[in-house]
């Protein structure tokens, strides 16, 4: 099964791919290196077939969601020090702090793809002058964070 991070937000938080480095424009799909693939690819909490929201968890409280494969993001006990993990958990760290600005709280939960109503393993808040760097952001599975701006 595939771990996946999810994030929730009051407002509508970006989609589509993060870190990407391709070879060039003519080649999308080239890399140079596995860092240049690592990447994380947020997509979020809509249907376009029902033209409507899901929710990717009950233990999220804002309708706008999105989720994002975490095979570079690596749980607490598992942690590699590998250049993909130190890149995807900066892209992580970027795009949370960006979404904190525009909203002031984003709710970060992590758990296996078909387990997200699992029992939460830990809830915590968090703010976000607390999380001095991307390695602060591992966390266990199945462990909720609601991180405030101040």
């Not at 993001?73 to 995807?88: F, R, S, V, W």
């Not at 939460?120 to 976000?128: A, E, F, T, V």
Request: hydrophobic fraction near 35%; charge should be negative; include cysteine.
């Amino acid at each position: 099964m595939t771990q996946y991070v999810y994030l929730a937000s009051p407002i509508r938080l970006p989609i589509g791919s993060f870190g990407q480095s391709p070879l060039s424009p003519e080649q999308p799909n080239v890399f140079n290196s596995e860092l240049d693939f690592a990447h994380l690819y947020f997509e979020n909490n809509y249907d376009s077939q029902l033209k409507q929201r899901f929710s990717y968890s009950p233990h999220f409280s804002f309708k706008h969601q999105v989720a994002a494969d975490a095979r570079d993001i690596p749980l607490k006990l598992q942690l590699q020090g590998t250049a993909e993990e130190a890149k995807c958990l900066s892209i992580l760290y970027a795009y949370i702090e960006e979404a904190l600005q525009a909203s002031g709280v984003v709710e970060y939960f992590t758990s296996l793809n078909g387990k997200e109503d699992s029992a939460l393993s830990k809830k915590r808040q968090i703010r976000w002058s607390d999380i001095k760097d991307p390695y602060d952001l591992v966390i266990d599975d199945l462990e909720f964070w609601e991180i405030t701006l101040s």
